[in-house]
């Protein structure tokens, strides 16, 4: 007998078995613990007229569920000098920690924004708010939101030569799109992911393979792809990180994740990193303190910093980490008590 035949004659065999005790194929099996609320929507079910809204309430429901949630440890198309992917599990536990869900949560300084991508993507608050300054990077951003297909397409097309990519990166545009695709050239081409003026290319990259060393185009398409889909639950905003704190300062029920660039205490790091470095560290610290909801800012270890955080009465927690040269290293946590 041909393999069809014997799989469809079992499959028979087993329908029959359950017809027997009662099961046909109109049977739905609901578990015990869902009973009461299937009863509620038993005579919606029989009823055409609330078809409509019946598929309403499952794409809300789809909605609701994470996306691509094991990707998300890497969803962000940067790879961000300073970005906090390491720090992922401290926000998610600080987030499950209250007893509420919050209803915003506002990453002002989004960078790379792995923050914000995974806390929507696993639905860890009603709505996700991020801005960032800085032109090229939140032509990325834009550009993810708005024309996602054009930005995978010329990321998939691309031939990746020395010649291609100094002519990409060295075009003046005034193209939002254009730009966006000019951020994640130079991103995966220069030294470190460092998109500050003065980057230079990457020489020899990862095994000798030079500029290719971090070009994975058809992984680049699938994180904008899986961004795009949580359009309905992040709003960016190409914005100034204070107004942003100051829109939601007000909202009991608004989650802070503040991590600026490092300047303070003459720190260096942010200054090399980022071309937006000129932050008033004294004056985030006192809006922090203002704020009616929860915050938690990330800081490297300084002096100043301690003082700030100690003057504000803020709670500071040392986390060690290795930093990109595997040197041990500690990053303050900050939070309000
Ligand atoms: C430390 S990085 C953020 C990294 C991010 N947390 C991540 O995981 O990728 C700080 C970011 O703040 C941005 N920035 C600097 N000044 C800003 C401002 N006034 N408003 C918004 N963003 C600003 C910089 O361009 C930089 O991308």
Redesign the pocket.
Known sequence: MPKDATANSRQQRRLGRLYETGITRATVLIHEENRANFEVIRPLLRDPRFAESLSRAARLVAEEGPVNVAQVAQLSP?R?P???TWLVPEIRNWLRSRSKKPAIFAE????????SLTVAAEGLAEHVYM????ED?SAVWQTIFSEPDWLSNKIKNFDVTHENVLHVITKKTTSIKEKAFQTIVRNRTQRGGILAPGAGLVKKGENGKGLKSRWYPETLAKRIEAIHSLRHKITFTKA???DLISRFSKEPRAAFFI???YTAGGKSAGKRL????D?NHCNLFEQAKKVAGEILMTYDDSEEVRKLAAKHLMKIEEIPMKNTHHALIRELVITKP
């Open positions: 940067f961000y300073g970005g906090k002002p300084f989004a960078g790379g924004a792995i923050a801005t960032e300054l800085d990077v100034d990180g204070f991590d600026p660039p980022y071309r937006l470095n932050i």
